[in-house]
């Protein structure tokens, strides 16, 4: 095993037993993967995550064939779908998150009640549509309610967030929970006051820049 392979392996097992410390996973539920060798390395599935060692994390070739000791999460085939439709995401994280999956029961669409919605992308975070956990309809549907956007909700399922490497994926994650509990609350109150269309594009366009240098006005 290469050193850079062991060290991605002991990552995603940090990531995956940060989630649980977080309070995004409970038991063996929610998954996390990273990007390599053309394929990925993915948490395995019906084991949680202080029952792991690096050496139990599953690695999918470029042709879909499993790799190592356990079997792969069974919502590997969403993994690869996502990796093969967004080149941006190098990590990516599924948890069922206390306050994303309540959304998700929902199945509502967060809408631009607080300007952090455009750190995900848009004007919105989208709710997919339901399928059966480990399906091919569910990896279709999560790729299409991620277009544009890092994080979806999966209907009465959870929450999906990707990354440009495990730290960033796992730094989505716990923001979008945030979000989706700063949501939910506010709802307790009556329907948000929105941000406008125009309000949100200004944000974005913020955004780029954002964590780079500026020069500052006069």
């Given at each position: 095993m290469s050193v850079s392979e062991a060290s991605l392996r002991a990552e995603l097992l940090a990531t995956s037993r940060a989630m649980g410390s977080a309070g995004l996973n409970v038991g063996t539920s929610g998954n996390a993967s990273v990007r390599w060798h053309g394929g990925f390395l993915?948490?395995?599935?019906?084991?949680?995550?202080?029952?792991?060692?690096?050496?139990?994390?599953?690695?999918?070739?470029?042709?879909?064939?499993?790799?190592?000791?356990?079997?792969?999460?069974?919502?590997?085939?969403?993994?690869?779908?996502?990796?093969?439709?967004?080149?941006?995401?190098?990590?990516?994280?599924?948890?069922?998150?206390?306050?994303?999956?309540a959304l998700a029961c929902q199945r509502i669409d967060i809408p631009p009640f607080h300007y952090m919605i455009a750190?995900?992308?848009?004007?919105?975070?989208?709710?997919?549509?339901?399928?059966?956990?480990?399906?091919?309809?569910?990896?279709?549907?999560?790729v299409a309610a991620l277009a544009g956007r890092s994080a979806c909700l999966l209907a009465n399922h959870g929450m999906l967030v990707?990354?440009?490497?495990?730290?960033?994926?796992?730094?989505?994650?716990?923001?979008?929970?945030?979000?989706?509990?700063?949501?939910?609350?506010?709802?307790?109150?009556?329907?948000?006051?929105?941000?406008?269309?125009?309000?949100?594009?200004?944000v974005i366009d913020r955004f780029r820049d954002y964590g780079r240098p500026r020069e500052l006005a006069d």
């Open positions: 993915v948490t395995p599935s019906g084991l949680a995550a202080d029952a792991c060692t690096s050496g139990d994390m599953a690695w999918v070739d470029a042709s879909d064939r499993a790799h190592g000791p356990l079997a792969p999460s069974s919502e590997w085939m969403l993994h690869r779908d996502i990796y093969a439709a967004r080149p941006d995401a190098g990590a990516i994280l599924h948890a069922h998150s206390p306050f994303a999956t750190r995900f992308g848009g004007h919105d975070i989208r709710c997919s549509r339901y399928a059966t956990f480990g399906t091919q309809a569910l990896s279709d549907a999560a990707f990354g440009r490497d495990l730290a960033h994926a796992l730094a989505q994650a716990v923001e979008f929970e945030t979000l989706c509990a700063q949501y939910w609350h506010t709802r307790q109150l009556g329907d948000p006051v929105l941000l406008s269309t125009a309000e949100m594009d200004e």
